[in-house]
């Protein structure tokens, strides 16, 4: 069992900047893939950014390539999303979730925890 806790979220003006973290619970944190998702008003959650259990393999959603980068600090049980360039359309509450995987990124379906969500407002 896995519990994540989302923080960072908050109100920036577009071009801005935002560190998103994810702490989990639990002692086999490094076993986990993490990934970051997103839920605009009225929309689907959908994916944003996903990296492998070492680190070593990270993928993006296209609307955020260039501008976001995820990582993570096993010592600390943490996966950050650090968010530059932020544009109006980025304004959502983001989830992190965790799933037990592999060398490779688990499909963007098959996440089997997952944060409360913490809320991202840009302003233009």
């Known amino acids: 069992q896995v519990q994540l806790v989302e923080s960072g979220g908050g109100l920036v003006q577009a071009g801005g900047s935002l560190r998103l973290s994810c702490a989990a619970s639990g002692r086999t944190f490094s076993s986990y893939a993490m990934g970051w998702f997103r839920q605009a008003p009225g929309k689907e959650r959908d994916f944003v950014a996903a990296?492998?259990?070492?680190?070593?393999?990270?993928d993006y959603a296209d609307s955020v390539k260039g501008r976001f980068t995820m990582s993570r600090d096993d010592a600390k049980s943490t996966a950050y999303l650090q968010m530059n360039s932020l544009k109006p359309e980025d304004t959502a509450v983001y989830y992190c979730?965790?799933?037990?995987?592999?060398?490779?990124?688990?499909?963007?379906?098959?996440?089997?925890?997952w944060g409360q969500g913490t809320q991202v407002t840009v302003s233009s």
């Open positions: 979730a965790a799933r037990r995987w592999g060398a490779t990124l688990p499909p963007t379906n098959g996440y089997d925890y």
């Open positions: 990296i492998n259990w070492s680190g070593s393999s990270t």
